[in-house]
């Protein structure tokens, strides 16, 4: 969808003929960022260039980086087992965390997808099922 299309379509959508100036340019910033993006599937897109996320259109543009990397690390792989330590290395590289970091980052993630997008498989790590 081209930004003109997704700006049509959400005047279209709020059906009015007038908007403000602001209401205008705030429609083609979120299209830009859209089209700027990789949608993972139909409920969610990662945008890293401007590190935000659109989950069922509503953006999520403040959420910590590690959160923010873990949810591109999971969006990229969709229904595949990502250990917990492939996720240590993957998103704290440089740093020794406890496990306990992955476990607190994971509420978070459900906390933006819903309880259950990603499923624990206990002893060996998770799977991203996508947005609930």
Do not use: C
């Not at 059906?15 to 960022?33: C, H, M, P, V, Y």
């Not at 969610?44 to 543009?61: A, M, N, P, T």
């Not at 917990?84 to 704290?92: A, E, F, G, H, T």
């Amino acid at each position: 969808m081209t930004s003109r299309e997704f700006v049509e379509a959400e005047l279209i959508k709020r059906n009015t003929g007038e908007k403000d100036i602001k209401d205008i340019l705030e429609i083609f910033e979120r299209a830009r960022s859209i089209e700027n993006s990789h949608p993972v599937d139909d409920k969610l897109i990662v945008d890293r260039e401007k590190h935000k996320i659109f989950v069922d259109g509503v953006q999520h543009s403040n959420l910590p980086r590690k959160v923010f990397n873990m949810i591109d690390l999971f969006s990229q792989n969709k229904d595949v087992l990502i250990t917990r330590d492939k996720l240590l290395k993957s998103i704290w590289p440089d740093v020794f965390v406890g496990e306990r970091t992955i476990d607190v980052h994971i509420v978070k993630v459900r906390n933006i997808f819903g309880k259950n997008s990603i499923q624990t498989v206990k002893g060996m790590g998770y799977k991203f099922k996508g947005v609930q």
